[in-house]
Each structure stands twice: as C-alpha cells, then as structure tokens.
T-cell receptor, first 113, second 113 residues
C-alpha cells in the first residue's frame, strides 16, 4: 500500500535561518506531489506542485522554493526564513491521472521566531 | 484560474439535525470537485468527489453533495449529524485540464449534544 512520510512534525527556527522540509512517498510510481500551507481562516494554500522529476510549478511567489530530486521525494526549502513563513505545511500526493484524490501527510508545524 | 468560496467559517448544529455546508466555485473550464474532512488532530481525508455523470454524489459517513453547474455550487449535506462529525470540512476544485487542486478556507462543523 502507498504511504507518505513527512518530517519533521514540529520545527522551531529563528528568523533568517534556512529551511528544509522533506516528503517521501512509498508504494507508487510517478506520483504528482504537492506542498500546501494551512493557516487558520485561510484554508489550504497551494504552494508548489510537481508532475515529474525536476518539474516544479510555483503558485505563490514568496520566500520558499521546492525541488524534486527523485521520483518520490519532494523538498520544501528556504534560504532565509521570515516570520510570515510560520504555519502548518502539508505534503500530498496523487496518482498521475487528473481528478484523482489527494493523500496527505501528517504535516509539519513550523514556528519562526 | 479557479477559486473556491466557503462562506461559512463555522456552522454549529445540534446532534441528529440536518446540515448543509456551502461551497461555490469559479472556473472558466469544466472542473472536478471534492470535499475533504479533517477531524481534530488528524490528517485530511477525502469525503467524496465529483468528476462527471450524476450530479448527486454520495460519500463516506452518510454525506452527499450535489453539483449544480448553473449555480456553480457543490454543497455538502447530511440528513442527521452525529457528535463524531465535528471536524473541519474543505471544498476543493481542480480544472479538468490541470493537476492543480485549489482549496477553500474551510468550514468548522461543531455538532452540539
């Protein structure tokens, strides 16, 4: 069966420090991969998605970047964190076909202080 | 571009009463529509989805939703709610030609005893 791993679960970082959140999927090939940020009252904001290795679509211009170095690995990064980067980050995957459901990871609560 | 509006941020309802959670979308092309649920301290999971065909879609836990193209709506309903239905519900849309999933801001359903 397919599983999605996301870590760490909780992260506290100072302003100006770098960030790297990792997400991996097991049990499937060629998944579509997604990064969302969930904030109270704002729902889930799509940050990045990828339909293949090295293919990244950015939805929100901001202080973050994403990379997909391997088929089932998706990384969210920042060179210098801002206070506004605090939030709950969710990784998700779907099968390659359009209209397939998303499977979500357990999320990372990021606090930038 | 697609967008989703969930006008009700919170909906309180008594146990065994019916409930309707509203979702309206905007898109210039045909869409796929989804409802996800996030129980307290749990990840998001799919309740139901509409891809094509019958406009009335039945999902898990007794929920159903009706796709109304003329009103660009996809409201979620349950005839009799339980305490265990207390959760946050998210409506999502995906344009049929894309891999993007856009979520609404969510509706917190609180079922009262």
């Amino acid at each position: 069966s397919q599983t999605i791993h996301q870590w760490p679960a909780t992260l506290v970082q100072p302003v100006g420090s770098p960030l790297s959140l990792e997400c991996t999927v097991e049990g499937t090939s060629n998944p579509n991969l997604y990064w969302y940020r969930q904030a109270a009252g704002r729902g889930l904001q799509l940050l990045f998605y990828s339909v293949g290795i090295g293919q990244i679509s950015s939805e929100v211009p901001q202080n973050l970047s994403a990379s997909r170095p391997q088929d089932r690995q998706f990384i969210l990064s920042s060179k210098k964190l801002l206070l506004s980067d605090s939030g709950f980050y969710l990784c998700a995957w779907s099968a390659l076909l359009k209209g397939e459901k998303l499977f979500f990871g357990s999320g990372t609560q990021l606090s930038v202080l | 571009a697609q967008s989703v509006t969930q006008l009700d941020s919170q909906v309180p309802v008594f146990e065994e009463a019916p409930v309707e959670l509203r979702c309206n979308y905007s898109s210039s092309v045909s869409v796929y529509l989804f409802w996800y649920v996030q129980y307290p301290n749990q990840g998001l999971q799919l309740l139901l989805k509409y891809l094509s065909g019958s406009t009335l879609v039945k999902g898990i836990n007794g929920f159903e939703a009706e796709f109304n193209k003329s009103q660009t709506s996809f409201h979620l309903r349950k005839p009799s709610v339980h305490i265990s239905d207390t959760a946050e519900y998210f409506c999502a849309v995906s344009a049929s030609g894309t891999y993007k999933y856009i979520f609404g801001t969510g509706t917190r359903l609180k079922v009262l005893a």
